[in-house]
């Protein structure tokens, strides 16, 4: 050993504890395993110094003689302990992290609270020379009381850790704890921290987690259940609403097909009958995003099929009108046009059906025509790379054609029907003239073929390719090395 160790041994032990320190402060989180490298060639050469001076933190400290040296070596001894009670938490810490990830954290604090437990009763006994049985006695004493002290405390700790070993939810799960749902961000000895949808933070203790319902969204992975209950006129045939449903089902993309969404009958009452659309999505944040275009849909198909969801107050009963009047009322493009036009226009429409699987138009051809879909799903079908792929499902009230009335530019995709459909045909000679004389519906109409050209421009287009960075690694592997 050096001879600067030998003469100052103190100093050097004592500077030894100032650099690991330093070195755990400023070695990034990134690299733990170098951090705990680090930490354990320290304390190797800190206990290589003590042993090497004779404090051994098993006996009591040296220098009787000298009290200033005998109390410093008497700390050195007692920082040997808790040194060695840090290392051996940082290192089964480490070990633990790479099997049970951080769901284990509430374990390892419980662990290393007993190492340092422990090794603060063995400097006692070693280093202070006092009586183990009296200090145990003494603490098992103080134990009860703070027990008593902190029972609601304690019950948070236990229940946290028989959570941390059913393990009903992880890190990163959406659950549900007593009716309060969230993400989970955080498992600590007290309390389980959910993000909630809101963005709010709710903070739920483990004890109350423990005895609570708690629904698990996450599992099984990658499916997310969702409902959209509605309610109906009790006079509506069950059959209609249940048909026009599951249309507005099929044409909601996002849903997967297995499990396969569904359409159930749930309660009825003079007042109005109740039904309900279940599903499954494959990502927890769409589940907002799908149920408000599941009940958009619904509410379209329903309104096709001459459904009108329940409202609390009943209007005067209506004025009967034709389907294709209806359908101009609920267009978001010609709703503009006053009632006399939507009269004269709906006398030019002519009603055409389509069965499943039957061409509405093709790509490439150029319409002469604007078709309105009344009622069905419409599949709109894009070509990338050689294979057709789905980019789209058209509901009622969504227009088809508008590329060949404005721009005579032919249609970039085939529309093809998913389910029966029924749609309205408007002539071109008949609409020219109309969008010549109405700006605001050719320019709503415009909008929307410049949103689909860039819709489909973005879902065609190739990605750009990344390219592979070269260097020593992937050489030697290129050459079976």
Not at 54 to 82: C, E, F, K, R, S
Not at 429 to 436: G, H, I
Not at 438 to 466: C, E, G, N, S, Y
Request: hydrophobic letters at 50%; proline letters at 5%.
């Amino acid at each position: 050993m050096p001879s600067f160790i030998s003469d100052h041994p103190m100093l050097c032990a004592l500077a030894l504890i100032l650099i690991d320190i330093a070195v755990w402060r400023l070695i990034s989180a990134n690299l733990a395993n170098w951090k705990l490298a680090a930490r354990l060639v320290i304390f190797a050469v800190f206990s290589a110094v003590l042993f090497n001076d004779g404090m051994n933190p098993m006996l009591v400290a040296p220098y009787a003689d000298n009290t200033a040296l005998h109390m410093a070596a008497t700390a050195l001894q007692i920082g040997w302990w808790l040194f060695a009670a840090r290392t051996l938490t940082v290192l089964l810490g480490a070990l633990m992290m790479q099997r049970v990830g951080h769901t284990g954290r509430l374990l390892q604090d419980l662990m290393g609270a007993v190492i340092f437990l422990i090794a603060i009763i063995a400097a006692l006994a070693y280093v202070l020379d006092l009586p183990v049985k009296g200090v145990l006695a003494t603490s098992g004493a103080v134990a009860i009381i703070v027990g008593l002290a902190l029972q609601s405390t304690l019950s948070d700790v236990f229940s946290g850790i028989v959570l941390n070993t059913t393990k009903p939810y992880q890190l990163d799960d959406w659950i549900s704890i007593d009716g309060t749902e969230g993400r989970v961000t955080d498992i600590d000895w007290r309390a389980t921290r959910l993000q909630t949808s809101q963005g709010s933070m709710a903070v739920i203790p483990n004890s109350l987690a423990a005895k609570a319902k708690i629904i698990n969204f996450s599992r099984p992975a990658d499916m997310f259940g969702l409902a959209v209950s509605l309610q109906v006129s009790p006079h509506a045939r069950p059959q209609t609403v249940i048909e026009a449903l599951e249309r507005a089902m099929q044409g909601c993309r996002p849903l997967l097909a297995k499990p396969a969404p569904s359409v159930a009958f749930k309660t009825s009452a003079s007042g109005g009958v109740e039904y309900e659309i279940s599903g499954f999505v494959p990502a927890m944040p769409l589940k907002r995003e799908v149920r408000n275009q599941l009940y958009d849909l619904a509410f379209r198909h329903l309104q096709a099929a001459g459904v009108s969801l329940l409202s609390a107050v009943e209007t005067a009963t209506p004025v009967p009108t034709s389907p294709a009047r209806a359908l101009l009322d609920s267009s978001s493009i010609f709703s503009t046009l006053r009632q006399e036009e939507k009269d004269t226009f709906s006398q030019n429409m002519t009603l055409h059906t389509y069965r499943p699987g039957e061409m509405i138009l093709p790509a490439g051809e150029v319409s002469d025509h604007l078709f309105i879909v009344e009622s069905g799903v419409v599949s709109v079908m894009l070509i990338k790379g050689g294979h057709t792929f789905e980019a789209g499902r058209m509901g009622p009230g969504e227009v088809i054609g508008e590329a060949g009335i404005l721009t005579e530019q032919a249609a970039l995709a085939d529309f093809t029907a998913k389910t029966f459909c029924t749609l309205y045909r408007i002539e071109k000679a008949y609409l020219t003239p109309c969008l010549d004389a109405r700006h605001d519906i050719a320019d709503a109409m415009k909008t929307l073929l410049d949103f689909r050209l860039h819709a489909a421009q973005a879902l065609t287009q190739d990605a750009p390719v990344v390219p592979v960075k070269k260097g020593f690694l992937q050489w030697l592997r290129k050459r079976g090395l």
